[in-house]
């Protein structure tokens, strides 16, 4: 499909956005009930709705519950289950390391060891994120591990990042976190013949950390996991020919969009700033990734009430999208988060493009999982939503003759 | 996506219940009217649909009309175009034959041919099946074929079942049976390289066979088809780690829970019966496949009205399965057998799925063809329904981070 797209695409002056409502499919609390999304007030959306189309994505495959990262490759027209990016690599890129093809990154966490080596505290209590960057300081001044360059980068509170760049990296190394306190601390394994270096590399690494922060309270020592190697992946200029920008607040959504080689730029902090940069860059970009994290937060806290008012402060700011006049717009999810069930689903996620030169607008006059079912759009698959909104951007050839 | 169910399956106490009405679907008789399903007063499966989800599942593909094996296999979560059982081994299965790697399985009819060969009854005057086993140990008594071993078994009237094993049996080997009486019987001839050895085996066979029973009147020779090798289809545990069972009255769909790996429970003879057998069983498996066949067999006679009475009957059963508080209840067919064609149909199937810890359900509230269109499971592949299944259990983790 991406290489057809290759083929056909053209270039024009249109502009798309694609406002990702992180985990926004909900589901009612009591039998009978209304989602998150049905009982917020959405007038803005529901507009959106109503002059567009309307329907809902699977991000994956059905009864397959997506990370964000398949969550967010699918939005982005990749099928999330022939490009798998580990989770080391996401958390470099969300915190601005670069991560190429000689890389492993890893995720660290600081975490606490009694005398015997035993794990006490998986989080080291949960140190403030200055006393993450002091000890990663510490680290970076005195480790030094032979024919590799290392990096290590403190992400927040207690986690951290390590990248080995080098030859012969491979990234098939288990976790070093036991899962439990009262554990020794696993050794980082080899699970073939192409990572058995980096193996090495991540046991010295770690020998000469133990000793560096011996004398550390809470965090004397740290664990690694999701060892990965930089994705082989195309980016959205190279198949869409887009020039495409990533507004996100949280860290893993701008790796992300790094990934597939957009521009992060600076967001801000609140959904207002966010559309505030949004008309700033308006000019620059044919592509505005828009991540929005609070319908994700709110439903993996089980707060059902707060998951409506964050919906209700989206809505809101819809029209300032709105007067930038964007050819396209997407409203959508990476996932379902049902506050009921306090974690990403499976479930279908309630997804509208608005386009109105080339839309052809369904009977759906709001937007909610109950009313997407109706929609134009059918049940369809997340990896289809970029070629639809090329083809409402009138940026797709006729194929064939 | 069975790799990936297998990465991410994991184990708890739910239990799945797939309640397959074989045929389910309909047609009106009348245009304007109502089909079978949309008849038939059902209360109970009115209130799953209720309280579930619903839809339409298309069992192979759009326009294609599967036969049982197919039409199951999609249900047990496999590609129907990627997985081909010959109905030697479906008929073999059934009975309770073993079936192997290195087994040919084959169906056969005894039948009544004149002085010169000619074929006068295809089905030696539908023989009972007391006549049919004394044939059978007969022939067990008197054949040898050099280098297989040969097994032969009655199934009912006229049909038996002949399993070769050795090495090298293709199972490229065309029908004997000439389809219309007053011809001669066909050779088995093979069709590629590696079944010429299994033609050969079988015309020795059918050699011995007509010489054995040339005194026995009306059944005096045999006809083979089907002719089937084991096919390579990994099993429901190996899968979903699911212990399944299978609660089925017909020798076909026992055969094919078996094919799949489910074990095989004696079913009675009712769908009361086979109620009785699901309570008795409850504790031993996480997994219970029961096949209710009259819904096909009323549209295979065209008898709309007792259809509609058997589905009746069905819904009344209903309430003892939900006494079992499942987790998840997946109702639907194996394919369409509308009365008005009398045959099998390429129609989708309605389906509906209820899960009361996790479904997200729609507006729908009565279990039919028309509602199942306006569904929130809207149309799908009955692949699809397996996976589903298990996401409503909780039974799949998240994929990626």
């Not at 997506?66 to 982005?76: A, K």
């Not at 409402?392 to 050839?397: C, S, V, Y």
């Amino acid at each position: 499909m991406q290489d057809l797209i290759r083929q056909l695409r053209e270039q024009n002056k249109t502009k798309i956005v694609l406002l990702v409502a992180d985990g926004l499919g909900g589901l009612p609390i009591e039998p009978g009930g209304l989602t998150e999304l049905e009982t917020a007030r959405t007038p803005n959306l529901d507009n959106l709705v109503a002059e567009g189309i309307c329907g809902l994505s699977t991000p994956v495959a059905p009864g397959i519950t997506p990370g964000s990262g398949p969550g967010h490759l699918g939005l982005f027209g990749f099928d999330p289950l022939k490009h798998d990016i580990g989770r080391g690599v996401l958390e470099a890129l969300g915190i601005g390391v670069e991560v190429g093809p000689k890389d492993v990154a890893i995720r660290g966490n600081f975490c606490t060891i009694d005398a015997q080596g035993h794990v006490t505290d998986r989080r080291a209590g949960r140190i403030p994120t200055e006393v993450c960057e002091k000890l990663v300081a510490k680290l970076k001044a005195q480790i030094k591990v032979e024919g590799v360059e290392t990096l290590i980068e403190p992400v927040r509170e207690y986690r951290l990042v390590v990248r080995f760049r080098g030859e012969n990296l491979g990234d098939n190394v288990c976790d070093t976190d036991p899962l439990s306190t009262g554990m020794l601390t696993l050794e980082p394994k080899a699970g073939d013949e192409g990572s058995k270096r980096t193996a090495l590399v991540a046991a010295e690494f770690l020998r000469q950390a133990k000793e560096i922060l011996k004398d550390e309270t809470p965090a004397n020592y740290l664990m690694m996991r999701g060892f990965a190697n930089f994705p082989k992946i195309a980016t959205m200029e190279e198949i869409y020919g887009l020039r495409s920008a990533a507004i996100a607040v949280y860290p893993m959504y701008r790796g992300l969009a790094r990934l597939v080689g957009m521009t992060v730029v600076e967001p801000g902090k609140t959904i207002a700033d966010q559309m505030e940069v949004l008309k700033q860059e308006w000019e620059k970009y044919d592509f505005f990734f828009l991540h929005y994290k609070y319908t994700d937060s709110t439903g993996e806290d089980g707060n059902f009430a707060k998951k409506v008012e964050v919906i209700e402060a989206l809505d809101a700011e819809i029209p300032k999208l709105k007067v930038l006049k964007p050819d396209v717009v997407i409203v959508t999810g990476d996932h379902s988060t049902p506050s009921r069930m306090k974690s990403h689903s499976f479930h279908p996620v309630p997804t509208l493009i608005w386009a109105p030169a080339t839309v052809r607008p369904d009977l759906v006059t709001a937007f909610g999982e109950r009313p997407c079912i109706q929609g134009g759009l059918g049940q369809f698959l997340a990896k289809d939503i970029m070629p639809l909104a090329l083809a409402h951007a009138g940026r797709l050839q006729k194929f064939g003759a």
